[in-house]
């Protein structure tokens, strides 16, 4: 697929972020358009681009919803070639204080939601010969304490990736999953500078090999990879050698090593956790809930925390009343 022009294009989560970076990256390619999205700012950003493209509203946790919405898409453009399965949203907390209806929505939007976009799509897709790409990170292939229904959802992203494209061998379809250190987003938003695993792997020593990319340069790999029809897409592309050394990453001296540098961090990394929270409710209402249910389940281990939750609602609502 080295030339996209008139390629018709199905990318969720493109409200903002790295599905609007793509999305606008697609169509100055000369792509055709469906950016999806919860948030109705997708039509503005659709309309935003050249003339020919389409923002639909969808919630990809809706099945009846989304198979609407790309209905919508195919009597537009006819069919489809390309599915990027991109909305997600990001949860941090410790397992032990983790709500469960938290953890079940972040694999719900994260990994069924992905699974929903591409059961919409296929029959197109498989009509056009066309690629599946899905979005995950390279929190699918490394263990993020701290974060584990993020990374569970994500390596469910990378299971179902490599599940489908066997199913398709044959069929005409190429699949690929991508896998992004940080990239400056709403997702991660302040959390950088408030977290500081976050903020050492932006600024730190390792942040030239791994560290935080633009929106631009996430979206510039992407569509290189819908070029390539690519297995995996790596953000920066140095992300490939923890694919390679997973053996290395899961072993049970790494474990040693990641336990006693994870010990150190969690405490000071969930003591920003108030901050956290408002810092990302503002930017997406659907993780506000998340955090705020997980700061919920904080709280009855940890009342001090109670505090930092209401300050946090409070400033989430103020944020939503500016809006
Ligand atoms: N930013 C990073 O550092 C990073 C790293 C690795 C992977 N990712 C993944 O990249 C993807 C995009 O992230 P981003 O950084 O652009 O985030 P973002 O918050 O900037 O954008 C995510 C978009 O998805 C939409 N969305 C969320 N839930 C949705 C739902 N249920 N239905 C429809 N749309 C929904 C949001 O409204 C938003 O427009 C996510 O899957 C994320 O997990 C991001």
């Known amino acids: 697929m080295s030339d996209l022009t008139g390629k018709r294009v199905l990318i969720t989560g493109a409200g903002r972020g790295i ?7 697609l169509a100055a390619e000369g792509a055709r358009v469906a950016l999806l999205d919860r948030e109705d700012r997708v039509r503005q950003v659709a309309a935003d681009l050249d003339s020919g493209h389409l923002g639909v509203v969808a919630d990809v946790t809706d099945s009846a919803a989304l198979d609407k ?5 195919l009597a537009e453009f006819g069919g489809l070639d390309v ?12 397992a032990d204080r983790t709500d469960i209806d938290a953890f079940a929505r972040t694999v719900d939007i994260n990994l069924t939601g992905v699974f929903r976009t591409v059961r919409a799509a296929l029959p197109a ?9 899905v979005v995950a990170s390279l929190a699918s292939l490394i263990p993020l304490p701290g974060g584990s229904a993020y990374g569970a959802s994500k390596a469910g992203v990378e299971a179902f990736a490599n599940a489908l494209r066997l199913e398709l061998r044959g069929r005409g379809v190429a699949v690929g999953s991508t896998h992004m250190s940080i990239i400056r987003t709403d997702l991660v938003g302040d959390v950088a500078d408030e977290m500081p695993l976050v903020e050492r792997l932006v600024n730190g020593p390792a942040s030239r090999l791994l560290g935080a990319r633009t929106a631009e340069e996430c979206a510039d790999a992407f569509v290189r990879g819908i070029r390539r029809r690519a297995r995996r897409v790596y953000v ?4 490939a050698l923890l694919h390679w050394l997973r053996p290395v990453i899961n072993s049970a001296a790494a474990d040693l090593l990641l336990a006693t540098a994870a010990r150190g961090v969690l405490d000071r990394m969930f003591g920003a956790l108030g901050e956290l929270g408002t810092s990302t409710a ?3 209402a659907v993780r506000s809930d998340v955090v705020a249910s997980n700061a919920a389940a904080s709280n009855a281990v940890a009342p001090r925390a109670a505090s930092a939750a209401a300050d946090r609602n409070a400033a989430a609502s103020k944020a939503k009343a500016r809006r």
Request: charge should be negative; aromatic fraction near 4%.
């Open 83 to 94: 599915v990027v399965a991109n909305a997600g949203i990001a949860s941090w907390q410790t």
């Open 125 to 133: 897709i498989l009509e056009s010969r066309g690629y599946v790409l």
């Open 282 to 284: 503002e930017r997406n």
């Open 236 to 239: 920066p592309e140095a992300g």
């Open 19 to 25: 599905g609007a970076a793509t999305a606008a990256r």
């Open 69 to 73: 919405a790309v209905a919508e898409v």
